[in-house]
């Protein structure tokens, strides 16, 4: 009697529960992965070997193609920090609506005369096609703005620092800003040049490329 | 799940009594599978999908004088021209007197690879046991990101412990002119 009931009874496990689970964590996994803004002008790097990961915060990434430049800071309080900066450098100023603006954008490529009209175009007009890059040239004069978008953005970097440091007592000061150049595959050496030099200028000597992963050969 | 487990019996008198039979339950085993397999996928995507920093360090720029240039040994030095085409002109001691003339190289294991490894068995043999190789590259305007970041990469590969990017010079264009390595 005991051995038929065995028998009879199903082999299958109920399933419910443990599929109910993994949808749950794929829909999780689904949407934090999605969850990340299209770039606004893509760029196709090179591939390297190395395998240190770029820094997610902390960081200020330098995006040229086609000799467009493109310069973004990856902490948005930074971000904000950096053209409250630029303003008064340039004498331009912004409103806080377009400080709120800016904050939400990861780079941007205009000369800082046209930054309030990109700003005032929706999110989705803000196209690679209308934005020319920031100007840049070998000098370390107001025409270079990609020097002062540098040197702003790790001033504002290191003053944004000390007022958490001096806020919160586990906060651990990470160092200066770091800077990255994204640049094409593609794109000429002079170009990649003049970013170096502009860097160079304000003793900016250690810096990064961002690079693909190429696959072991 | 009330309704899977129904299972849409399609017959009147019969249809019922196979339900029971069946037990009333949907084999989940598959869209589990499933589900995790997805799962897996976008979790390796995401992590996966950072980019890589590859850091450099140049020197100090001395702004008074651009033409304050470094003296380094001849017999350590080569010297690697980044022309167009994805090719590589590189020169073994001073470029007025080298050891060995400029010699055109592609960016593959077989080109430069090679070079740098031979070089870096036969300087210390030239030049004496604790003088190792040094590697100046020069991108000239012709060459591309890619040509520089493959050069920085086989430093790595190689194990070059020395290495540094500076400009290039005229004689050393008409090099590259020469062996047309200069063309857009």
């Keep these: ?24 964590l794929l829909t999780f996994f689904v949407l934090t992965a999605t969850a990340r803004q299209p770039e606004v002008m893509p760029v196709d790097t090179p591939a390297s070997t190395t395998l240190d990961k770029l820094p997610d915060d902390n960081l200020g990434v330098i995006t040229v193609k086609g000799e467009k430049i493109f310069f973004g800071v990856k902490n948005p309080e930074v971000r904000v920090e950096t053209l409250r900066n630029m303003s008064s450098k340039y ?3 912004f409103s806080e609506e377009e400080y709120e603006k800016f904050k939400a954008i990861d780079e941007v490529g205009v000369p800082i005369k046209n930054l309030r009209q990109l700003l005032s175009l929706d999110n989705d007009k803000r196209t690679e096609q209308i934005q020319t890059g920031i100007p840049v040239d070998s000098t370390e004069n107001v025409s270079n ?22 806020e919160d007592n586990d906060f651990v000061d990470p160092g200066p800003m770091k800077v990255a150049i994204k ?26 490329f961002v690079t693909g992963l190429r696959a072991a050969e | 799940m009330a309704e899977l487990n129904q299972d849409s019996g399609g017959g009147k008198k019969g249809g019922k009594v196979r339900a029971k039979k069946s037990g009333g339950k949907v084999d989940l085993t598959a869209m589990v599978d499933l589900a995790f397999l997805l799962i897996t996928f976008f979790m390796l ?32 030095s080569i010297t690697l021209l980044l022309g167009s085409d994805n090719k590589i002109s590189w020169y073994y001691g001073q470029l007025a007197n080298p050891i ?58 190689v194990d070059i412990k020395r290495y540094m990017i500076s400009k290039i010079n005229d004689e050393e264009i008409e090099v590259l002119k020469s062996e047309s390595l200069f063309n857009d």
Excluded at chain 2, 64 to 76: F, K
């Design chain 2, 100 to 157: 060995y003339p400029p010699t055109t190289v592609d960016y593959s294991k077989e080109g430069i690879r090679k070079v740098l490894q031979q070089m870096k068995a036969e300087v210390p043999k030239r030049a004496g046991a604790d003088k190792d190789l040094i590697v100046v590259i020069r991108p000239s305007e012709k060459s591309i990101t890619r040509n520089l970041i493959d050069v920085l990469d086989e430093m790595k590969i």
């Design chain 1, 91 to 93: 004498s331009i100023a």
């Design chain 2, 45 to 76: 995507t995401t992590s996966l999908n950072k980019p890589q920093a590859m850091d450099i360090a140049m020197p100090d720029k001395n702004k008074m004088d651009a033409n304050d240039n470094l003296e380094i040994a001849d017999n350590r």
């Design chain 1, 183 to 208: 640049a094409d595959a593609g794109e000429k050496y002079p170009s990649i040049n003049l970013i170096i030099e502009t860097l160079r200028n304000q003793k900016q000597n250690k810096f990064s």
């Design chain 1, 1 to 24: 009697m005991a051995r038929a009931k065995v028998k009879r009874q199903s082999t299958s496990i109920d399933m419910t529960a443990m599929c109910d689970v993994s949808f749950l």
């Design chain 1, 145 to 166: 703005e990609l020097y002062h978008w540098v040197q702003q953005a790790r001033i504002a970097t290191i003053s944004y620092n000390r007022n958490r440091e001096a």
